[in-house]
C-alpha cells in the first residue's frame, strides 16, 4: 500500500500526459495508479471513499498549484498508549 508521498511522485510522473488529457479536472490517484478524472472535487473525494475508504489516495485538480497541507495530514500523529 502507499503512503500520500507516493501518491504525489505518482501524480508528478504522470503530470505531463494528464495536463494534456485532463487540465482543470479533478484527478484521483491511488497505488500509484490514475483511478479517474471528475469534473468536481466532490465528485472524486465520493469515488475515492467508495472506492478506497480512509486512503490514502491523492485528489488534485491538473493545472492547479500544489495545495499545502497541514502536517497532520501529511503524518498522522500515532495512537497514544495506555
Known sequence: ???LRDEI???QRMQRQLEADHMDRWVL????QF????ETFELAANDAVRK???????????GAPPA????SVMYPW????H
Do not use: W
Not at 29 to 32: F, L, N, R, S
Not at 35 to 38: E, K, L, P, S, V
Not at 52 to 62: D, M, T
Open 1 to 3: 500500500m502507499a503512503d
Open 9 to 11: 511522485e505518482a501524480f
Open 29 to 32: 490517484v491511488h497505488d500509484g
Open 35 to 38: 483511478i479517474g478524472a471528475f
Open 52 to 62: 478506497f475508504g480512509s486512503g490514502p489516495f491523492l485528489i488534485r485538480q491538473v
Open 68 to 71: 499545502t497541507l497541514p502536517i
Open 78 to 81: 500515532p495512537h497514544a498508549e
